[in-house]
C-alpha cells in the first residue's frame, strides 16, 4: 500500500513539473514581448500594464504550482488529489487561459474561444481545470498548421459542461489514439521533431477524472486533433 502510494505521488510530481512549463512560457513569452517594445522606443503605458499584469498572473500560477509540489513532498505518504472545489466560471477560464497561451506562443497561432453561454459555473478545483485547459491548448498550439486558428468550445449539455480544443495540426495515428493518456508516451510521428515528455495529455487525463468528469480525443492524420471535455456542474455524490 506504501509503495503504491509513493508511486502515486511520484507521479503527480512529475506532471505538476510539466504543468509548471506553461506558466512560464507565459512569463518568458511577455518578457520578449516587452524587449522588443523598449527597444523599438519604448512601449505605450497600456500596453506595458497590461503585459505586466499577465506575467504577474503567470508568476502567481508558478507559485501555486510550486507550493502544491511542497505539500506533496512534505504529505508524501498520504494519498495525493484532494480536490479544493469552489464556484468557477469555465468560460472565463478558458478565455483567459486561451489568451495567456497565445500570448506565450508569441502569436504563432491565433486562438478562438466561443462559448455557448455566457457563464457556466460548477464546483470545480479552478487552478486544476486551469492547467488541464492549458495543457490543451498548448499542445494545439504546438502541432498546429498552416495559419489555422486554434478553436476552443465552451458549452452546457444537459448536467454537463462540455469543453473543445480543436487544431488543425499534424494529428495522431489512429492506431496509436488509445495509448495517448499513458504517463510518458508520445505519438510516432511527433518523436524526434517536437520537443516533450508525454506527461501533458496524462495530467489532463488524471484531472478531469479526479472532478468525475470525461476525456475524448479523435484525430485524422494531416486535418488535426480535436478534444472534447465533459465535466459534471454538480459534485459527485461519491466524492
Known amino acids: ?34 524587449l522588443r517594445r523598449a527597444a523599438q522606443g519604448g512601449p505605450e503605458l497600456l500596453a506595458l500594464v497590461d503585459a505586466l499584469q499577465h506575467i504577474e498572473e503567470a508568476a502567481r500560477r508558478v507559485g501555486s504550482l510550486l507550493g502544491e509540489l511542497a505539500d506533496l513532498q512534505a504529505q508524501s505518504d498520504t494519498p495525493a488529489g484532494i480536490l479544493r472545489r469552489q464556484p468557477t466560471d469555465l468560460v472565463q477560464l478558458a478565455r483567459r487561459v486561451a489568451a495567456d497561451s497565445q500570448d506565450a506562443s508569441l502569436g504563432t497561432w491565433h486562438v478562438v474561444v466561443l462559448q455557448g453561454v ?79 515528455t508525454g506527461l501533458g495529455l496524462a495530467g489532463v487525463h488524471h484531472i478531469v477524472t479526479e472532478h468525475g468528469g470525461t476525456i475524448v480525443v479523435e484525430s485524422q492524420i494531416g486535418i488535426g486533433t480535436t478534444t472534447t471535455v465533459r465535466l459534471p456542474l454538480e459534485e459527485p455524490r461519491d466524492e
Open 1 to 34: 500500500m506504501l509503495t503504491t502510494t509513493v508511486q502515486a505521488a511520484a507521479s503527480r510530481r512529475d506532471l505538476l513539473i510539466h504543468d509548471i512549463r506553461t506558466p512560464l512560457g507565459t512569463i518568458s513569452g511577455y518578457a520578449q514581448l516587452l
Open 118 to 196: 455566457p457563464e457556466l459555473v460548477g464546483l470545480w478545483d479552478p487552478a486544476r481545470l486551469e492547467r488541464a485547459i492549458a495543457n490543451l491548448i498548448d499542445n494545439a498550439l504546438k502541432y498546429n498548421r498552416d495559419a489555422r486558428p486554434v478553436m476552443v468550445t465552451v458549452q452546457q449539455a444537459d448536467a454537463w459542461a462540455v469543453v473543445r480544443v480543436a487544431d488543425g495540426g499534424i494529428g495522431i495515428p489512429a492506431a496509436e489514439l488509445p495509448r495517448i493518456f499513458k504517463r510518458g508516451y508520445r505519438a510516432s510521428n511527433v518523436v524526434g521533431w517536437f520537443q516533450g
